[in-house]
């Protein structure tokens, strides 16, 4: 069997008798991202930071009416975070967030150059969100390394943004970190707001009642 790789084909050796052929075999390609979800507890906490702080664009409301008519468990908001296709969907979810100490899974995303990320910097640290640098190997002070910025979205989803080409510093952790350093209190978040969790939904009437 042979499984593709970006380099070309990969053999494995021959599928067991009667085995249907792969996906690769098959020609089936996964064209491009279409969403990626984020679990949120309030649709104004997480707009202010997704289009304030990182420069998000709302591109579809959420609708409450399934929601109200006990037809859905809540509701989504879309952002176009990025150039490239794809939409990040906020889906309200007031169970389930991260725990501390969890770094998987994170969203990965990427900036163009040191200037890019000093600025996304600027902006957590004026918004007073945790964020601590990292690369994988030591290198000279002032070397342009590749450097990935991990913080935490005010329900604690772990984000990431990597920078190809970052100098290299002090303030650069080189390795493993604590993603419990990264958290900070939602609550913080939701007093600057004015509320935009999900209505009240009404309780059916049973039959008989």
Not at 6 to 31: C, F, N, T, Y
Not at 76 to 101: C, N, T
Not at 187 to 192: A, Q, T
Request: aromatic content about 10%; overall charge neutral; hydrophobic content about 40%.
């Amino acid at each position: 069997m042979a499984f593709r790789t970006k380099h070309g084909e990969s053999d494995v050796g021959e599928p067991p008798s009667g085995q249907a052929p792969s996906a690769a075999e098959r020609g089936l390609a996964i064209r491009r991202l279409d969403h990626f979800t984020v679990p949120v507890r309030d649709f104004h906490v997480s707009c202010k930071f997704y289009t304030e702080v990182l420069g998000g664009i709302i591109t579809g409301e959420p609708d409450w009416e399934p929601f109200l008519a006990g037809r859905s468990a809540g509701s989504h908001m879309s952002i176009k975070l990025f150039q490239e296709a794809g939409r990040l969907v906020l889906y309200w979810q007031p169970w389930g967030h991260p725990e501390p100490d969890q770094v998987h899974p994170h969203r990965a995303f990427t900036v163009a150059n040191a200037e890019q990320l000093a600025e996304l910097l600027r902006r957590l640290q004026q918004a007073e969100v945790p964020w601590i640098l990292v690369t994988p190997v030591a290198a000279r002070p002032g070397e342009p390394v590749r450097i990935s910025a991990y913080f935490r979205d005010p329900d604690m989803n772990q984000l990431e943004v990597v920078c190809p080409a970052y100098p290299f510093g002090a303030e650069v952790r080189v390795g493993t970190f604590d993603p419990a350093a990264l958290c900070y209190p939602w609550s913080e978040w939701r007093r600057l707001v004015p509320d935009g969790g999900a209505p009240n939904r009404p309780r059916l009437k049973r039959e008989g009642t």
